[in-house]
C-alpha cells in the first residue's frame, strides 16, 4: 500500500548523469558506495497514547459495550444469557486488541520515504500513506523542555531490561508517566500538513533509527537546530547538561552551531558511510571547517567515538602527500601513548582515500566556553578547582619524553564530562602546526597564541601562557587580548577576583616567555594556597 | 558590471512557473482574528459558526417541539419529524458550504504570472481561486501589532485588491473565500457588497514563512508580476534589503534541495551550471575552497572557479550564514575595479556548492617564482612592489576603503606579462574584526596589530613590506618583527622595508601612496 509517491522530474533527469559519473570516477576519491538498494528499509513503532490513559479508555469502552449489551439482553431476553456473555468475552479480547494496534503505529523508513504500514493510521500524516523525502520541509521539536528528559527515560528504558525494578517504578512505568513532557516530533511538509510524532512513543533502537534514517535519506537541511541537538544527544545516549535547560540551553546550542560549521574545501561524510570496511560507521557530523570535520561515530562494538577527518590541501608536489600522512601518522603515535585520565584516549589513526582520521573517545559534556556561554563566567573558587585540575595536565604532557607540547589549550578544547564536571582536554593543536608549517597559514584561535609560538618557536611556556588565558576567559566571560598580560580584575573586577588570582594570571600570560611564570610546580603551589584561602 | 546585473535578472526566471511557498497557517488565521482594531476590521467572520448555531438551536427547538407533539398528540406527531429533517439538514449543508470555501489554515501558496493562489491541506486539498495580478491594486509593507497578547506583532504583505471588474456573483464567492484571511474596513465592506465594487485587503504575515527564501521569493514575485503602478515604496524598499547581489540560483538550488549528488572534487569534463561552465581540472586548495581552472563556454574563455562546500547537515540557518562568508568576498570582489585585482565574472550555488566564477590569471604566485628564480633582482622587486602598491593605493582609497589583510606573495600572481595580480579576498572585510575565531592567515606575513585584531590600511603596508622582504631574500620573513635586509643589494630597499615593517603602527610608513613616491625614486 504505497499511497501517492512523487517523483520529483527534475531530479529523476540528473540520477543516470550521477551515475555515470561515479562509474567513470576510477582514479578519484571514491568515498562511498552508497548503493542504497530498493528493498532496504528501516520499520520503527511509535505508540501514540501512553499506556495510562490507554488502559482508561479500554476500560471505559468494555464498560459502555458491557452495559449496552446487558441494555440488549434485557430487551430480549430469550438471546441474553448465552450471547451476551459470549460477546462480552470477544469484546474483552478484541477491544484492547484492537485498541493497542490502532495506537501503535508501525512507520517504515525507506529511501523512497516515510510510509505508515497501516491505513489506520493515515490521518496522522494527512490522509497520505506515504510521503517521499523530497516532502519533507523541515523537522522540529514541540513541548520539549530539554533533551535531558527524553534522555533520561531512554536510560531508564534500557536499565529496565537488565535489573528488576520495584513496585512503585513498575507502575510508574506501565502508566507512563511523563509522556507529554517528553514533547514530539514534528515532521512538515512541503505540500502541507504536519505529522506529529511523541517521542516518548518511541522505543530508544527505534529513536536512533529514525534520527539515522532522516540522516542518511532525508533532506540534510530540514533540521532544525533544536533537533540536532536533540539527535546527538540520543545518539550519544547522554544528555549534555543536567541542570540548566530551556531558553539558555537552546540559544548555547545555536550560537555553538553557527561556530561549529563553516564552509570546508571538501565534501565532509554523511551519515550511514562506513570507514574501514564497516567497522567505523559514521552516525552525524558534529563539527566542520575549513580543511578537518568531526563526526560522531560507532564502532563494531556499539560504542559511540569521535572521529577526526582531515584533508590537508596539497599541490602536486611529488611525494608531500605521502610526508603528510606519515607526520600525522607518527603525531598519532605519540598521542596514544599518551595516558592520563584527564586527556582523551586516541583510539586509532589511519588514513583512507587521501584523508587523515583521527579516532578518539566519545566525551559528554559541554565546552568550557559552551558553560560560560549559558552560565556565565565562573567563579575565583570554581577557576581555581579547574586550575588545578589543568596544570597537571599540562606538567604531565611536557614531562613526557619528548616533551609534548599541546599548542592549542583553549575553552573550545576542554570539556567538563558529565557527570561528575572533570576536566577533559579532548583537542591537539599538534596537528595544527604542523598543517601551518605546511601551508603557510596560522591555524588556531589567535587570543591564546603567545608570540614566540606564533614566531614558530613554541616552547612549555607557551603552553602555560594559553592555559592562563583560558583562567581569564572563565573569569571574565571574555576571551583576551591577543599578545598582551591579561588581567582579569580590570574586567571582572577586583571583588570577583582576588588579588593573587589576579597577579598569577598576569604573571603566566606576560608576552616574553623569559618574564613569564613558567615552573608548573609553583603555580599549582599558589593555586593551592588560593584554594585554600577561597 | 553592468553586463553582469542583466545577466543576473534573466537568471531570476524560474524554472517552473509557479513557485510554492510553506508557510503557517494556523497562526496566521490566529494572526488575522488577534488583529481587531477600530480602523481596520480583521475579517474573520465566521459565518460558518453561525450557521451551525443556528442549526444547533433549531434542532434544541425541534426536538423539544417533537416531544411536546409526541406528549399530547401521540405517535402521528412523530411524522412531523421528517418534514423537518430536511430542513435541518438544508441548514447544516449550508453551514458546511460556508466553511469549506472559506479558507481556513491554508498550507502553501503559489505564485503564478496570473495571480497568487492559496493552497489548504485539510481536510481536502483544495486551491483557492487565483488573486489576479492585475486586480491588485496596491502592495504594501506594514509592520503591524496585534491586540492579542499571546499572538506577536509582525511584518504584514497587504496586498490590496479591487474586484469591481466582476459579476457580484463571483465577488461574493472570493469574498467567501478569502473571509478569514482578509482585513476590511467594515463601512467599506458593506457598500462594496451592496454597489458591487467589493475590494479588500488581503494579508500575508510575512514571518510566518518558514524559510527565509521564501520570503525573498514572494517579495520579488509581487515585484515582478505586480503592476508597477501598485508597488509602494516599503514593498520596493524592503525587496532591496532582501536582494544580494547574483546567487539567486540559491532559491532553485533550495526548491531542489537534496543530498548532494557530487562527493569529492571535481574532475575534468565536469559541467556546472547547465553546461555554462566546464571543469578544466583542479588546481589548488586553500584553508577553505577549492579552486579550479575552467572554460565559460558562453563568454569563450578561461576561468578559474573557486569552489565553497556548504555545510548542509545542520540545517538552513547553518548553511546560510556559513553562506554568508562567501557572499561577502563576492560582494567584496564585484565592487572593485583595478587591473591589478582578479575580477569576479560570476557566481552561483550549485549541489551545495558555492562558486565564484572569477578571471583566470595564467601565471606564477610569487613564492613559486622565487623558489624557481631565486630571489630577485632589484629591478623586478622595484617593478613588482609598484604595482602592488598601487593595487593597495586604490583598496584604501575606495569609498570604502578595503584592507585586504592577507597580502603575501602566496596571493600575488605575476603573469607572463610581469602584470601583478591580487587574488584570494576571502579574509579582507571591510574593516570588521572577529577575535575569537580561529584564524587562518600567512603568519609570517601578519601585523602585529592584525594579529591582536585591529586590522587597519597600514596592515596591509607591513604585510607589503614583508613580501618585499621575500622578494629580495628568497625566505619568509620572521613573523612579528621588523624586518632587516642585508646591506648588500640596495640601501633604498633596506630602509623601505624597515619603515614597513615596524611593529607599531606609529612608525609605520603612513599610506600607499608615500610608498609609491618613495619607490619612485629609487633608481
Known sequence: MRGELEVDKDRSDQVPENRDEIQSQSQSQDLDAHQDSDLEYFEVSCRLIPLGPALVMILFCLLISTFSWIVASFINQYLAGGIAAISIVLQMFLIPIVFLHATRMKIRLSRHGIEVVSSMHSSTMLRRLSRSWTDLHSVRLRRLKSPEILVNRMARQREYRFRRSNMAELIQRTLDRGWINCGFLMFDFKSGGMAPFPLAGFSPEDLETVFIALARWGDPMSLNPDVLALKRNVLTGQADMAELGGASFTRMWEESLKSQFEVTNFVPLSAGQNLQDGKLKILMLIACGGMSSVYLASRFDGSRVVVKEMRVPVDSEPGLADRVHEMFSREANMLARLDHPSIVHVLDYFVERGRDYLVLEYVPGLTLRQHVRMAGPFSQAETVKIALDLFPILSYLHGQEPPVLHRDLTPDNLILRDPGRELMLVDFGAANEFVGNLTGTLIGKQCYIPPEQFRGRAEPASDVYAAAATLYFLLTGQDPEPISASSPARVAGSDVVCGELDELVNLCTMEDSGERLKDIEEIIERLRRLERKL | ?523
Request: glycine share 6%; aromatic share 8%; charged share 25%.
Open chain 2, 1 to 523: 558590471m553592468k553586463d553582469l546585473k542583466t545577466d543576473q535578472n534573466a537568471a531570476l526566471e524560474p524554472e517552473k512557473d509557479r513557485i510554492s511557498m510553506v508557510l503557517n497557517g494556523v497562526e496566521w488565521q490566529e494572526r488575522v482574528l488577534a488583529r481587531g482594531n477600530k480602523a481596520e476590521v480583521s475579517g474573520h467572520m465566521q459565518l460558518g459558526l453561525y450557521f451551525f448555531a443556528v442549526a444547533l438551536v433549531s434542532l434544541v427547538f425541534l426536538v423539544s417541539l417533537l416531544l411536546l407533539l409526541f406528549v399530547t398528540i401521540g405517535k402521528t406527531g412523530i411524522l412531523a419529524v421528517f418534514l423537518l429533517i430536511p430542513l435541518f439538514l438544508v441548514l447544516v449543508r449550508a453551514g458546511r458550504f460556508y466553511s469549506e470555501n472559506s479558507l481556513s489554515s491554508p498550507a502553501n501558496l503559489l505564485v503564478e504570472p496570473t495571480g497568487l493562489k492559496i493552497v489548504v491541506r485539510e481536510p481536502v486539498t483544495r486551491v483557492s481561486w487565483p488573486l489576479l495580478w492585475k486586480d491588485m491594486e496596491s502592495a504594501e509593507l506594514v509592520s503591524y501589532p496585534s491586540r492579542n497578547p499571546r499572538v506577536q506583532d509582525g511584518n504584514y504583505v497587504f496586498l490590496h485588491y479591487d474586484l469591481s471588474g466582476y459579476s457580484r456573483s463571483k465577488q461574493m464567492a472570493y469574498l467567501l473565500q478569502f473571509i478569514s484571511l482578509a482585513a476590511f474596513k467594515r463601512k467599506s465592506l458593506l457598500n462594496g457588497i451592496l454597489s458591487g465594487r467589493l475590494n479588500f485587503s488581503f494579508m500575508i504575515p510575512l514571518d510566518l514563512f518558514t524559510l527565509e527564501s521564501d520570503k525573498d521569493r514572494l517579495l520579488s514575485s509581487i515585484l515582478r508580476y505586480g503592476k508597477p503602478e501598485a508597488l509602494s515604496d516599503s514593498i520596493k524598499r524592503a525587496v532591496e534589503d532582501h536582494s544580494e547581489i547574483g546567487f539567486t540560483q540559491l532559491w532553485l538550488d533550495d526548491l531542489h534541495s537534496f543530498k548532494r549528488k557530487r562527493l569529492h572534487t571535481l574532475t575534468g569534463g565536469t559541467e556546472l551550471c547547465g553546461g555554462r561552465y566546464r571543469i578544466e581540472e583542479p588546481l589548488s586548495a586553500g584553508g577553505q575552497a577549492q579552486i579550479y581552472h575552467g572554460y565559460d563556454n558562453e563568454e569563450n574563455r578561461d576561468v578559474a572557479l573557486k569552489e565553497f562546500v556548504l555545510p548542509v547537515d545542520a540545517g538552513h540557518e547553518v548553511r546560510d550564514r556559513s553562506f554568508a562568508n562567501v557572499k561577502n568576498e563576492a560582494l567584496m570582489l564585484a565592487a572593485l575595479d583595478h587591473p591589478g585585482i582578479v575580477r569576479l565574472y560570476d557566481q552561483f550555488v550549485e549541489d551545495h556548492r558555492a562558486y565564484l566564477v572569477l578571471e583566470f590569471v595564467d601565471g606564477k604566485n610569487l613564492r613559486r617564482l622565487v623558489k624557481e628564480k631565486g630571489a630577485l633582482p632589484i629591478d623586478s622587486v622595484k617593478d613588482f612592489s609598484l604595482q602592488i602598491a598601487r593595487i593597495l593605493e586604490y583598496l584604501h582609497g575606495l569609498e570604502s576603503p578595503v584592507v585586504h589583510r592577507d597580502l603575501s606573495p602566496d596571493n600575488l600572481i605575476c603573469t607572463e606579462a610581469g602584470q601583478i595580480k591580487l587574488i584570494d579576498f576571502n579574509v579582507a572585510k571591510l574593516m570588521e574584526s572577529d577575535v575569537t575565531r580561529t584564524v587562518v592567515g600567512k603568519h609570517a606575513y601578519m601585523a602585529p596589530e592584525q594579529f591582536r585584531g585591529y586590522p587597519c590600511q597600514a596592515s596591509d603596508l607591513y604585510s607589503l613590506g614583508c613580501t618585499i622582504a621575500f622578494l629580495m631574500t628568497g625566505e619568509d620573513p620572521t613573523p612579528l618583527s621588523r624586518t632587516e635586509l642585508a646591506q648588500d643589494k640596495s640601501i633604498e630597499l633596506k630602509e623601505l622595508v624597515f619603515d614597513l615593517t615596524a611593529l607599531k603602527v606609529e612608525e609605520r610608513l603612513g599610506s600607499a601612496r608615500e610608498l609609491i613616491t618613495r619607490l619612485e625614486k629609487i633608481a
